[in-house]
């Protein structure tokens, strides 16, 4: 029985809960299954390695932050055959994130809205989770740690936050992602303004080479980014990236904008739209700071990559890699090996 036949079964089901009710039964049941040794079903893409910030990803589909913000499921998620893993948003300390309902699905634009914000048990919980993991383990692939700041942190003394972050997490992580884009947390995307940016990647670069220093070993970091923005933004970005030397850049977030989901229930929720209408402002992006840093530093691509076809798109906008979240959620987890497939 296929992965893509069964998902077809179970979808109704889940769709027939609310969207963070059917999070809370399918990744417990993932990780049990994976635990069980019960998810040979599922077809694995080919291997097809890509070397990328110096890492060499067994292929180029990956899973994008915020299915997994403690890292509780990575086996469980490993066994959907991704080229990376990458869970969090992380922040320092324990938060509740936002009150609830806070996650919301839109079928007919094949998009969800959420404003989770943050919600995890802090970076030591998430540390432990890493460790215990058989995938941290026994070194089987490519893990992501993606840290943020804490909602009740002064956006002056974000800094603070993402280098505390990046301490715990550095020796545990096969790359470092920092989330200044997320919308569900007040005032964050301000990090993204020039001279804001300029003074936390300057810090982060320093912590950086003094934590390979400290390790003896070298763990790129990767600045994730809103699809919010205009060409003089993303030529500013570019220009601070290149200036503070970072590894890649994660293009992108979700989006605030609603053109796309006008006159759909939920439609005008809070909080950050993602799925097909993300898209086309996502490539926008990455076809925009491949044009400003050209091979210099390569881009992860996300946003909206519901069939092959959109990840072989996002691949032609200038990406070396692509990452998956809202397009799972609708097409279950024969998408992996479908873009695998159309990318190799």
């Given at each position: 029985?296929?992965?893509?036949?069964?998902?077809?079964?179970?979808?109704?089901?889940?769709?027939?809960?609310?969207?963070?009710?059917?999070?809370?039964?399918?990744?417990?049941?993932?990780?049990?299954?994976a635990a069980l040794g019960l998810t040979g079903f599922i077809s694995k893409p080919a291997a097809d390695p890509r070397t990328v910030m110096g890492i060499s990803f067994p292929n180029p589909v990956g899973l994008a932050a915020g299915l997994d913000k403690d890292?509780?499921?990575?086996?469980?998620?490993?066994?959907?055959?991704?080229?990376?893993?990458e869970i969090g948003t992380v922040t320092p300390r324990a938060q509740?994130?936002?009150?609830?309902?806070?996650?919301?699905?839109?079928?007919?634009?094949?998009?969800?809205?959420?404003?989770?914000?943050?919600?995890?048990?802090?970076?030591?919980?998430?540390?432990a989770n890493v460790q215990g993991s058989r995938f941290y383990q026994g070194k089987q692939g490519v893990l992501g740690l993606n840290i943020g700041k804490n909602a009740d942190t002064p956006?002056?003394?974000?800094?603070?936050?993402?280098?505390?972050?990046?301490?715990?997490?550095?020796?545990?992580?096969?790359?470092?992602?920092?989330?200044?884009?997320?919308p569900n947390t007040k005032n964050l995307r301000q990090l993204q303004g020039a001279s804001?940016?300029?003074?936390?990647?300057?810090?982060?670069?320093?912590?950086?080479?003094?934590?390979?220093?400290?390790?003896?070993?070298?763990?790129?970091?990767?600045?994730?980014?809103?699809?919010?923005?205009?060409?003089?933004?993303?030529?500013?970005?570019?220009?601070?990236?290149?200036?503070?030397?970072?590894?890649?850049?994660i293009a992108t977030n979700t989006t605030i904008t609603r053109d796309a989901v006008k006159g759909l229930q939920h439609g005008e929720e809070a909080g950050g739209l993602s799925g097909a209408p993300v898209f086309e402002l996502s490539n926008q992006v990455v076809r925009g700071l491949k044009a400003e840093l050209g091979?210099?530093?390569?881009?992860?691509?996300?946003?909206?990559?519901?069939?092959?076809?959109?990840?072989?798109a996002k691949m032609q906008a200038?990406?070396?890699?692509?990452?998956?979240?809202?397009?799972?959620?609708?097409?279950?987890?024969?998408?992996?090996k479908e873009c695998a497939d159309a990318l190799r």
């Open positions: 029985m296929s992965d893509k036949f069964l998902y077809a079964l179970a979808r109704p089901l889940l769709f027939s809960l609310d969207a963070e009710s059917a999070h809370h039964l399918t990744l417990p049941a993932l990780r049990r299954a890292g509780s499921y990575i086996d469980g998620l490993a066994a959907l055959g991704f080229g990376s893993i509740p994130g936002n009150p609830k309902p806070r996650m919301f699905r839109l079928p007919a634009a094949h998009a969800i809205i959420n404003r989770m914000g943050f919600n995890n048990g802090g970076v030591d919980a998430f540390v956006i002056e003394r974000a800094a603070d936050d993402y280098l505390h972050c990046l301490e715990k997490v550095y020796p545990y992580a096969s790359y470092v992602t920092v989330n200044i884009s997320s804001e940016l300029d003074a936390l990647l300057s810090q982060l670069k320093e912590a950086q080479l003094r934590l390979a220093d400290k390790h003896k070993r070298y763990v790129p970091v990767a600045l994730k980014i809103a699809p919010d923005i205009d060409a003089e933004q993303i030529k500013n970005i570019a220009d601070a990236l290149l200036r503070h030397k970072l590894d890649g850049v091979d210099a530093l390569p881009i992860i691509g996300v946003g909206g990559i519901l069939s092959g076809s959109n990840a072989k200038g990406a070396s890699l692509v990452q998956l979240y809202s397009g799972l959620i609708y097409r279950g987890p024969a998408l992996v």
